[in-house]
């Protein structure tokens, strides 16, 4: 066997026959961890590619950042199971364990959150941005916006080849984005934005730019805090998802960095992705009652109807979504603090669990609950409105797209995005003038 790059090539081919063309010799390359998988770029210089819409069955990359094993419903961040970090991690370590691939000491720690806390403010320009926006703009149509306009402060002597200045927009990027996110909501609902504070939490400061106002102090209640950068953590990364892939192709032409996460918010506001707890959240409303379930379950089945249960599913958990066993226990426990006992969504929510799991169009494809499932009935609890929840899940993937981002930068495989097509227009033909068509 030999290492291309931390990849291993194996002591095995896979041989391509071709009628009429001689048998192709394809190299089988293994990871640390996860299946075979066959090295087709030859087939380039054979005169081949492949199609594969979805890239369900191909790889765009190498990468150290994250691991699924959806049959097994295994999700690791460096390494580390995912629901071992919900439970003995906070988000800025797992912050720093994603973009540095190890988790901080103490005093590392302690000089992230010193760093990450003295650049939550941004350009007093910016916030004029806002006021450009209707008011009643989805906040995701604004976070594209403002987001993008990072890349407009942040430009001039940014050089993305210098780790340091990577680092740099690293922390930039997850000390802003709450901000903004924070901005976007209090400018939704006509009040004055609320400046980050540095003696809290990154999840504390959040909820006091959210929810405080001049008018009287707030105080962070420390149950909702923990649940928040819980659902931080659980929403941090999930190896070359449509929101990261976005990311990695708008990088991989060389564009400023701030625009990447900008490209990412956009494909993650889309219902099939981050989009799901919002439309969950509103599916469970439509729903209402339990007594309703069975003609949504119908709905879901139909082939005509492009209704899908949103929260359900998922391209590679096969199973249980680790993150939602995590997710539903802090739902239980954010209920719980609230006191609210008997919360009408929730009982829909455990119902059409149950259903759905034993209902057989349902275990044949596998479709099981997702992040998204329980997320959203948290959210809505904590007071955050549904509009808001995506933007939640953006705020909470930056740190991972921004390490993705980071890490192409370093790789040699790494080249300018751009997959093939088979062309199924027009045959080539010519223009005929005007007055003879
Ligand atoms: C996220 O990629 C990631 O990692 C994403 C994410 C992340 O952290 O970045 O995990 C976050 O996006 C989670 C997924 C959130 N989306 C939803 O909850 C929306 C509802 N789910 C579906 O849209 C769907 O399951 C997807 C988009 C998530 C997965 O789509 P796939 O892999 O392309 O699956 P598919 O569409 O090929 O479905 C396979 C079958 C189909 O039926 P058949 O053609 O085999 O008869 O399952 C059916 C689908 O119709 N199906 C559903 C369904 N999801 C799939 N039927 C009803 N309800 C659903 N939710």
Redesign the pocket.
Same mark, same amino acid.
């Given at each position: 066997m030999s290492d291309l790059h931390d990849i291993t090539v194996l002591d095995k081919v896979a041989t391509l026959s071709i009628p009429g063309h001689d048998p192709i010799q394809l190299p089988i390359l293994k990871g640390t961890i996860g299946p075979e998988c066959i090295d087709i770029r030859e087939l380039g210089k054979q005169g081949y590619f492949t199609y594969d819409p979805?890239f369900?069955s191909t790889a765009a990359c190498s990468s150290r950042i994250t691991f699924?094993d959806g049959k097994k419903g295994v999700l690791l961040y460096r390494g580390y199971p995912i629901a071992d970090l919900a439970r003995k991690a906070d988000y800025l370590q797992v912050c720093y364990l994603l973009f540095n691939g190890e988790m901080p000491s103490k005093r590392e720690y302690d000089d992230f959150c010193f760093k990450v806390r003295h650049h939550t403010l941004i350009h007093e320009q910016i916030a004029s941005l806002f006021k450009a926006f209707r008011r009643d703009s989805h906040p995701m149509a604004v976070m594209c916006g403002v987001a993008g306009a990072l890349s407009a402060f942040y430009h001039g002597g940014l050089d993305i080849y210098d780790p340091e200045h990577r680092q740099a927009t690293a922390i930039r990027l997850i000390a802003k984005i709450p901000t903004l996110a924070a901005m976007a909501y209090k400018y939704s609902i006509g009040h004055p934005f609320i400046y980050p504070r540095n003696d809290l939490s990154y999840a504390g400061n959040f909820l006091h730019m959210m929810f405080a106002t001049p008018c009287e102090n707030y105080e962070v209640n420390p149950v909702i805090e923990r649940a928040l950068d819980r659902i931080f953590t659980l929403?941090a !990364?999930?190896?070359?998802?449509?929101?990261?892939s976005s990311v990695r192709l708008a990088g991989s032409s060389g564009a400023n960095p701030y625009a990447c996460i900008a490209a990412g918010i956009a494909s993650?506001w889309g219902?099939?992705?981050?989009g799901?707890?919002e439309?969950?959240l509103r599916m469970l409303e439509q729903i209402g009652t339990v007594d309703r379930i069975p003609e949504f379950i119908k709905r879901?089945?139909d082939?005509d109807d492009p209704? %899908?249960?949103?929260?359900?599913?998922? %391209?590679?958990?096969k199973t249980y979504?680790p993150?939602a066993l995590v997710m539903r226990e802090t739902c239980h426990e954010v209920l719980q603090e609230l006191k609210i006992k008997d919360h009408p969504i929730l009982r829909v929510a455990t119902e059409l669990e149950q259903i759905a799991l034993s209902d057989e169009?349902?275990v044949k494809?596998n479709?099981y609950p997702?992040? !998204?499932?329980y997320s959203g009935i948290i959210l809505k609890a904590i007071g955050i409105p549904v509009s808001m929840f995506t933007v939640i899940?953006a705020l909470a %993937?930056t740190i991972g797209w921004i390490s993705h981002w980071n890490e192409m930068q370093n790789m040699d495989e790494s080249r300018i995005g751009r997959p093939r097509q088979i062309y199924i227009g027009s045959p080539e033909r010519h223009v005929i003038a005007m007055d003879e068509r």
């Open positions: 979805g369900v699924i929403h !990364d999930h190896e070359q998802n449509a929101s990261t993650l219902p099939a992705h981050g799901a707890n439309a969950c879901a089945k082939k209704f %899908r249960l949103s929260g359900f599913g998922h %391209r590679v958990y979504d993150r169009y349902f494809r479709l997702n992040v !998204d499932f899940f %993937r």
